[in-house]
């Protein structure tokens, strides 16, 4: 099965392949992980990771890569296989405006 992203089938093998992500919800120590296919789009897998520290998200929300502190946003890549070709890492860090838990 070929998934469509911008239009155009995608027939890239690699990007129907599992990819397993893990999420910390700095806010409150939840953990979780979420596996999406390669070709999906970044949008859904943001909002996987959202659902796997049952967390619904909130403005002012920080969404950024361990280690990196890169932000990951929905429009910064269009699939999960871009994402992951320009330096993308499996462990994400959810957070509120203030930047993580506090004391």
Not at 50 to 75: F, H, M, N, S
Request: proline share 4%; charged share 20%.
């Amino acid at each position: 099965m070929n998934t469509t992203t911008n239009g155009k089938a995608d027939i890239d093998p690699d990007h129907g392949k599992d990819v397993t992500f893990t999420v910390h919800d700095e806010d409150d120590g939840a953990s979780g992980t979420f596996t999406v296919k390669r070709g999906s789009r970044l949008a859904d897998a943001i909002g996987a990771a959202y659902a796997a520290v049952k967390r619904t998200p909130a403005e002012g929300d920080q969404l950024k890569a361990d280690g990196t502190g890169t932000p990951i946003t929905a429009d910064a890549h269009d699939t999960v296989a871009a994402y992951l070709a320009h330096g993308g890492v499996l462990v994400w860090l959810i957070s509120g405006p203030t930047g993580g838990a506090t004391l």
